[in-house]
T-cell receptor, first 114, second 109 residues
């Protein structure tokens, strides 16, 4: 693994189903993020984690949950998917800690909820 | 509220120069980032400005004026591979990135 990986690449999901998007990084970054990207809108932060064991809510957290059991993994769960959650989801990580660092992005998961 | 504005789309000619503007109003300011995003791919980091002035990095330069809430990305000697969306993002007082919707740059031969 080099950088950040996400799985699945794409998924079609029936409304009401539960879904977990996976994200793994091998850069030993402290901070990780989940964004959604919709046409005509900027990336919007769903949840973030500044370090393993801690998480926080972003701009659009409703309907999503995350966990950060270790440094490398940051899964995003949709408990009961709705069509408005159709989007491209990007996981990102940054060095975190002191100072300001750029975020590195995974390849994204394209999710369609029908 | 927080707001990042950038043009939706721009067109330029191969070999030319293009300037992509970004204006912002945010709760606090801890720097401004530019990212490049090719269609269907992830955003990749281009530049970071926290002090006023111009930062040059090869064919790409980024400018910041904090008093005006304004930045631009300057791309010189345009190549076809520069066709992409360019995303402006500001780090606010909570150290979260607020993103613009992106500017789609179309390069014509």
């Amino acid at each position: 693994i080099a950088g950040i990986t996400q799985a699945p690449t794409s998924q079609i999901l029936a409304a009401g189903r539960r879904m977990t998007l996976r994200c793994t990084q091998d850069m030993r970054h402290n901070a990780m993020y989940w964004y959604r990207q919709d046409l005509g809108l900027g990336l919007r932060l769903i949840h973030y984690s500044n370090t393993a064991g801690t998480t926080g809510k972003g701009e659009v957290p409703d309907g999503y949950s995350v966990s950060r059991a270790n440094t490398d993994d940051f899964p995003l769960t949709l408990a009961s998917a709705v069509p408005s959650q159709t989007s491209v989801y990007f996981c990102a990580s940054s060095q975190g800690g002191g100072g300001i660092h750029e975020q590195f992005f995974g390849p994204g998961t394209r999710l369609t909820v029908l | 509220g927080q707001n990042i504005d950038q043009p939706t789309e721009m067109t330029a000619t191969e070999g030319a120069i293009v300037q992509i503007n970004c204006t912002y109003q945010t709760s606090g300011f801890n720097g401004l980032f530019w990212y490049q995003q090719h269609a269907g791919e992830a955003p990749t980091f281009l530049s970071y400005n926290v002090l006023d002035g111009l930062e040059e990095k090869g064919r790409f330069s980024s400018f910041l004026s904090r008093s005006k809430g304004y930045s631009y990305l300057l791309l010189k000697e345009l190549q076809m591979k520069d066709s992409a969306s360019y995303l402006c993002a500001v780090m606010d007082s909570n150290y979260q990135l607020i993103w613009g919707a992106g500017t789609k740059l179309i390069i014509k031969p």
